[in-house]
């Protein structure tokens, strides 16, 4: 089968932005149905040049996928700004690694509900499974599993109930965080108040 010009051009976009060297990679990754002696000879005939290495961008095809018309924003920013924000990223820091401003990506928001969701909910749902876990680890817990033992000369599984007794550090992390929390509302309605003492 025999490439296009546009295949052709294709090829050579991939080889020249990717570190790697020789020609046979290129076979794989972009399923070609010609050897790697083709792709050398069409290199040296067209003089394709290896770029500056670059540092592989950690957001990856999210920035590079298809852009919505008009606009620097991509459908794939929303998993994205999801993941950003479990990681506990600021919205400022979240507009830097989609690569726009905290204005644009207000405007973003404003444009595309679900990527406003997506860092909302993203944060939240972080929160809350780490609070479940605190939660659990500061209250103990129990969990079954197997044990070998060998009965009647046989090795069999026998299950086991494991209990793992609270963790007092976990509990004095938990009510410190949950007195944060309360803490200025207590004080909001204490200031107007009597004092007894």
Known sequence: MKLSHEDWAEVRRAWER???TGYA???????????RHTIRARAGRDGWVKREA??????????HGPRVPGSDYRPGFVK???????????????????RTDLDGLTQWEREHPELAAAIDSGGLIADAEVAAQLLRCATGFSYTTEQAEVIDGKLVAVPVTVTVPPDPAAATFWMQSRLERLLPF????DEGGDDDR
Do not use: C, M, T
Not at 25 to 33: C, G, K, M, R, V
Not at 186 to 189: G, I, K
């Open 186 to 189: 207590a004080e909001r309605h």
């Open 80 to 98: 994205l700004a999801a993941n950003f924000a479990k990681l506990g990223l600021s919205r400022q820091q979240i507009a830097a690694e989609l």
């Open 54 to 63: 670059v540092q592989p961008d950690p957001v990856g095809d999210y920035l």
């Open 25 to 35: 990679w290129l076979i794989d990754a972009l399923n070609l149905p010609v050897s």
């Open 18 to 20: 990717d570190p790697r």
